[in-house]
């Protein structure tokens, strides 16, 4: 355990039984996320990135793997954690429309973190109009319900939510997939004046690549619940190490001639995900992968550090 | 107390006008509610604006006796000199009172039942409330109700718990289905997060959206209850003479076929009248609400 | 528990084995709810698919007030009508029992006295007894009817709308070919699906309406077991029905899986 990690997750494993068989949506991921970065978690749809999540934060008991919060291991699902570490993680989720119930009024949404953790007790009002304003939304809001607000409108509210217990560690579950453009860029502002405010840590997941450069201070990509590289968000873009990253960042959009340079070389996009079902033998990759040799089919590589802070899970460096 | 006018904001003022609008341009779901607001009209005031009041009971006048359709008694008398109008209108009152008493008794218990079990999903609570549910379910439900008022002694009150007792699961599977998929919603895992209590959960968070279906559902078994009720009190196990429940008026009256016709064929018509216009009104529910839920 | 054995005890007030009461009078109720089943599902069919195809027309109109009517009218109330229109007023079908009476009863071999009469080669039995079935039946299944039809007439509605019908008419495929093979039975399923709780209903109205038309099956057994307060005839009654409906939801599933081709395909699948 190092000095300033508030979340620590070792091995994590969270298998579903199907009527397919056993999908393994995170199998075996470790990663750690120091106080006040954002840490970047990638992959394409599918991938185990909202599972992780959700286990972390208890929604699912883990199949195997230990997860470490501030130094404490969490047992069990959200049902048997203390209240106390409930107020210090919270969660803002994938679809705004469904993340706000829509029979209560914005303020008894936002009261209710207050009303449960017993946090200004007489003046919840006028602390649900701060978490208002501190998410840059108008108090009139107060009193309306989700189905009169936009989109964008209704994932501040859940974040104004996920702020009222004062949490230390949020996870953001692609939190602007689901919105348009210059929605996207006023809620990623919010929370990272937010942040900066509060000293959080996020964790960040997304599909969206790009998003990551200007988000995260370190990034891991995942694929089929595996992470196959983590590395500082800097590094990540000028030095992508796994052929997967790099066909990745080949598909991401650029905006300057000098940028272009850095990109590697066009990949071509191979292939569909395969499904966490029928996982292909070794690595998981090989079926997808540019540089696919004979090892890769049989044998998993292991993760190992090729620069401080820079891990790569692939066949290429495992010589 | 405010006027309603005022408790409703604007925005709810409009849905509520655009709903009646879509309510009203179905004619089969105003014939239901017509006939529905007549019935209960005169449920409620039949002491008052029934012809005979004294009718209700062990009235007798044999000068009276066994008459047919006329201008003072419309429907004719019964056998005792009884008016056969004034005792429907009282009639009403015992089938309208009886349904909203078992739908008073069923709602609550299955709902609540169907809550539990949907948010504890997957677990040993699910398993025992939706088997004891299933088993309630597979037997038709009229010979269930038949089998429970014979075992007990015949009267209104007990007829009204047979059909109670029979009638819950209905409402317990249709919460369970409508808990199991609202309880994965994102609102309802964000109050788990935060910590807020099951029961808060449930009732504060599952359960008032589950209300539409659900209030959809009790208009259309106002008149099924009424149906099975009214069907018990024929055989002769619900409400006993001399009160006039519906369905016992045309059991005493069907002895005195075919010469007596009106004994029978009112009250039978009455019956008709309330169940046809409950099911009206509740499918004009049904199609309005359907369509808001999208 | 000696009930799962096939032992229900004795009737308290016939002093017989309640099983041996139960196989003497199921015949003839199961006669009873197989007659009103097969004078039901063609008619609502017929009625449900002419409505279904001709929607808006008057025809169609007078089914759905039909439809509704019939739901919402109890059996017991569609018997006394019944009763009084047809036995009292016209007197054009009897009303009472099962034969007339001067009438023979043929030897008693499967106890129900239509298929008893065919093997004992007596046609004036046959003939009377159907005539005395078909007010009990229609009665019976005045509802179903309704609900079927129903059902099936927005079943068609609603699949008369997807691409490949239109499609299908478009091409100039004979009309009643596409109702016949495109149209009928996806259109079916819904029905059908009802018809194990229309069944249910139809055996609970057995009760009533074996008592009102006097008819000597299980539901008049069970009814006056019931009003006797005869516990083992009556607990036997609730039994033969629930097992009844239990098989009866099983055919049902059977015949949805002939409909539905996906439905097979998934079972075959898992
Ligand atoms: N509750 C669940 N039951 C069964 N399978 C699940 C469940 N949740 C997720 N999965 C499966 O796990 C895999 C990963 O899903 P998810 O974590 O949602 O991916 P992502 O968020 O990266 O798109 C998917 O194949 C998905 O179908
Ligand atoms: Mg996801």
Redesign the interface.
């Known amino acids: 355990m190092v000095e300033g990690e508030i979340l620590v997750v070792e091995d994590l494993r969270k298998y579903f039984k199907t009527a397919q068989g056993v999908v393994r949506a995170v199998d075996g991921i470790s990663f750690s996320i120091k106080e006040g970065e954002t840490f970047g978690l990638v992959g394409e749809s599918g991938s185990g990135k909202s599972t992780t999540a959700f286990t972390i ?3 699912y008991e883990p199949t195997g793997g230990r997860i470490f919060f501030k130094g404490k291991p969490l047992i069990g699902g ?2 048997k954690r203390p ?1 106390s570490l ?2 210090d ?3 803002v ?3 705004p429309g ?7 009024s914005i303020r008894e949404i936002i009261e ?2 207050l009303k ?2 017993k946090l200004y007790r007489g003046k919840e009002r006028k602390r649900a109009e701060e978490l208002l304003r501190m998410v840059g939304l108008p108090v009139e809001f107060l009193d309306r319900y989700p189905r ?1 607000i936009g989109g964008g409108e209704k994932q501040l509210v ?1 974040i104004a ?1 996920a702020l009222a ?1 004062e949490p230390s560690f949020i996870a953001l579950d692609e939190p602007t997939s689901a919105l348009d453009v210059s929605m996207q860029a006023k809620i990623i502002n919010t929370l990272l004046r937010i942040q900066e405010e509060l000293n959080l840590s996020y964790l960040f997941i997304t599909h969206n690549l790009s998003l990551m450069r200007n988000v995260a201070s370190r990034v891991g990509i995942m694929y089929l619940g595996k992470l196959l590289e983590v590395a500082p968000a800097s590094e990540f873009f000028h030095k992508p190490l796994h052929p997967y990253t790099k066909m990745l960042l080949s598909s991401v959009p650029v905006i300057t001639e000098e940028e272009e340079k850095l990109k590697p070389k066009k990949i071509v996009s191979r292939g569909e995900i395969p499904s966490p079902v029928n996982v292909p033998p070794g690595c998981t990759f090989h079926p997808r992968c540019p540089e696919c040799m004979e090892v890769c089919s049989k044998k998993e590589p292991v993760m190992i550090e090729i620069e401080p802070g820079h891990t790569v899970k692939c066949h290429l460096f495992n010589s | 107390m405010k006027s309603i006018g005022s408790l409703l904001s604007e ?1 709810q003022r409009e849905s509520l006008k655009r709903n009646w609008h879509k309510f009203s341009t179905n004619p ?1 779901s105003i014939v239901g509610l017509i006939t529905v607001l007549t019935i209960t009209f005169m449920a409620i005031f039949s002491p008052w604006i029934a012809p005979y009041p004294q009718s209700w009971g062990r009235w007798i006048d044999f000068s009276q006796a066994s008459l047919p359709p006329s201008w003072k008694h419309p429907c004719g008398t019964d056998i005792y000199g009884r008016d056969i109008l004034s005792r429907i209108m009282f009639g009403f009152r015992y089938d309208l009172l009886m349904a909203v008493c078992i739908l008073a008794m069923v709602v609550p218990s299955g709902t609540f039942l169907g809550l539990v079990a949907g948010y504890y999903h997957g677990t040993w609570i699910d398993t025992v409330i939706m088997r004891i549910t299933d088993i309630f379910l ?7 109700a ?2 429970i ?3 007990l002694e015949p009267s209104l009150f007990n007829s009204m718990m047979a059909v109670s007792l029979l009638w819950w699961p209905w409402y317990s599977r249709l919460a369970y289905s409508l808990t199991s998929s609202i309880r994965n ?3 309802v ?8 209590n099951p029961l808060y959960i449930m009732f504060r ?1 599952i359960l ?2 589950c209300l539409s279906p659900i209030f959809t559902k009790m208009t259309l078994d106002v ?1 099924w209850v009424i ?1 099975i009720g ?2 018990l009190s ?4 619900g409400a006993q003479e001399p009160m006039p429940a519906l ?1 016992n008026m ?1 059991a005493v009256g ?1 002895k005195y ?2 010469d007596y ?1 009106w004994m ?2 009112f009250p ?1 018509l009455a ?2 009248f309330t ?2 216009g409950f ?2 009104l509740g499918d004009g529910i049904r199609d309005l609400l359907a369509v808001e839920e999208i | 528990m000696n009930a799962l054995r096939g032992d229900l005890g004795e009737s308290i007030v016939s002093k017989r084995p309640v099983s041996q009461d139960v196989l003497t009078f199921f015949p003839a109720s199961f006669e009873l709810v197989m007659f009103s089943t097969i004078i039901s599902v063609p008619l609502a069919i017929l009625i449900g698919a002419l409505a279904g195809r001709r929607a808006n027309s008057i025809f169609d109109n007078i089914v ?1 007030v039909f439809s ?2 019939g ?7 569609w018997a ?2 019944a ?2 229109l047809f ?3 016209w007197k054009v079908l009897p009303i009472m029992g099962q034969l007339s009476v001067g009438i023979r009863r043929p030897p008693v071999r499967t106890g129900m006295m239509s298929i008893d009469a065919l093997l004992a080669g007596r046609w004036d039995a046959f003939v009377d007894h159907l005539k005395h079935m078909i007010l009990p039946a229609l009665c019976m299944s005045v509802g179903r009817i309704a609900q079927e039809a129903r059902l099936l007439r927005a079943g068609i509605i609603e699949n008369l709308k997807k691409d490949y019908i239109v499609a299908a008419i478009s091409y100039g495929i004979p009309e009643r070919r596409v109702m016949m093979t495109y149209l009928l039975k996806p259109s079916l399923i819904p029905m059908v699906s009802i018809m194990a709780l229309d069944l ?2 139809s ?3 057995s ?2 309406i074996e ?1 009102i038309f006097n008819w000597p099956g299980f539901g008049r057994y ?2 006056w ?3 006797n ?1 005869d ?1 083992n005839a ?2 036997a ?2 039994m033969i ?2 097992i009844f ?2 098989l009866f939801n099983i055919l049902v599933d059977v015949i949805i899986a002939y409909l539905d081709p996906r439905i097979r395909v998934m079972e075959r699948a898992s």
């Open positions: 934060m208890g929604v959200v049902k209240l409930k107020k993680m919270q969660m989720f994938q679809d469904s993340s706000l119930n829509p029979r209560k209710l973190p449960v953790h009169a859940a939510r217990t | 925005d089969l597979a037997i038709p439900s009229l010979v269930l038949l089998a008022c014979a075992l919603e994102y609102f895992q964000a109050a788990e997060l935060i910590g807020a968070e008032p959206n008149g149906l009214s069907t024929f055989v002769g196990l369905g045309v069907s076929m075919p016709w029978t064929i039978a019956i008709a169940i046809l099911n009206l | 759905r509704y009517v739901i919402a009218v109890p059996t017991f109330v006394v009508l009763l009084y036995g009292y007023l249910a209903s055996m609970g109205g009760f009533i008592t069970g009814m077991a019931m009003l307060k516990l009556v607990v009654s609730v029905v629930g409906f239990a």
